[in-house]
């Protein structure tokens, strides 16, 4: 089984719509990340969760909403789909590091693929 | 705002050739990482560099940090077509005790048999 697991995995949906995109963990991490690829954009971060109570804005979030439910779980949710937010959606773990040893490791769910019409 | 760019985009070469593949900003990073990902999965994480002149090498793959910690490379040596895939790499940079994560623009790289 998947160390992070993301459903659902591909969904479409119509403009206007409400979304959730769930992900889930078995790697005991604190740190979560939701990210959105595009073609040609590379991955940019939506919300970020360095624990249960702890929410940050990324560089993208205008137009999703986070809610980190338990240590294991964080889901994102796109309250009026609209049809640029079609592209394909990462939740992502990290284990916190140690001092001066640079930024964790991020292991990555397969990915939900959400198209808007 | 991108602040990482990866180049080329897109390269497609024969199995056996070298490449090399570049990831460019005008920001300092305190670490760099490559992640190599495949159709339909999530990256995964191949190096990690810290140092300014870092050199790690991964079997075939041999990843370079720059003296300023401002840009990275990525060469294979003897392409096989098990490399194929979108490479993207990632900076780090320090911001309130925190490290935050920007990736580049990736390149995507076909080995033909």
């Known amino acids: 089984d998947a160390d992070v697991t993301q459903t659902p995995r591909n969904r479409i949906t119509k403009t206007g719509k409400r979304i959730m995109l769930e992900c889930s963990q078995t790697k005991g991490h604190d740190r979560m990340y939701w990210y959105r690829q595009d073609p040609g954009l590379g991955l940019r971060l939506i919300y970020y969760?360095?624990?249960?109570?702890?929410?940050n804005k990324g560089e993208i979030s205008d137009g999703y909403s986070v809610s980190r439910q338990a240590q294991a779980k964080f889901s994102l949710s796109l309250e009026s789909a609209i049809p640029n937010q079609t592209a394909l959606y990462f939740c992502a773990t990290e284990k916190r590091q140690g001092a001066n040893s640079g930024s964790g490791e991020l292991f990555f769910g397969e990915g939900s693929r959400l198209t808007v019409l | 705002t991108q602040l990482l760019e990866q180049s080329p985009q897109f390269l497609s070469i024969q199995e056996g050739e070298n490449l090399t593949v570049y990831c460019n900003s005008s920001s300092v990073f305190s670490s760099l990482q490559w992640y190599r990902q495949e159709p339909g999965e999530g990256p995964v994480l191949l190096v990690t560099?810290?140092?300014?002149?870092e050199v790690k090498k991964l079997k075939r793959l041999t990843f370079q940090f720059g003296d300023a910690r401002k840009d990275s490379s990525l060469h294979i040596t003897a392409a096989q077509p098990g490399d194929t895939g979108l490479y993207l790499c990632a900076g780090a940079v320090r911001n309130f005790g925190n490290e935050k994560l920007t990736f580049g623009t990736g390149t995507r790289l076909t080995i033909i048999p």
């Open positions: 969760s360095f624990d249960v109570k702890d929410i």
């Open positions: 560099v810290v140092t300014g002149g």
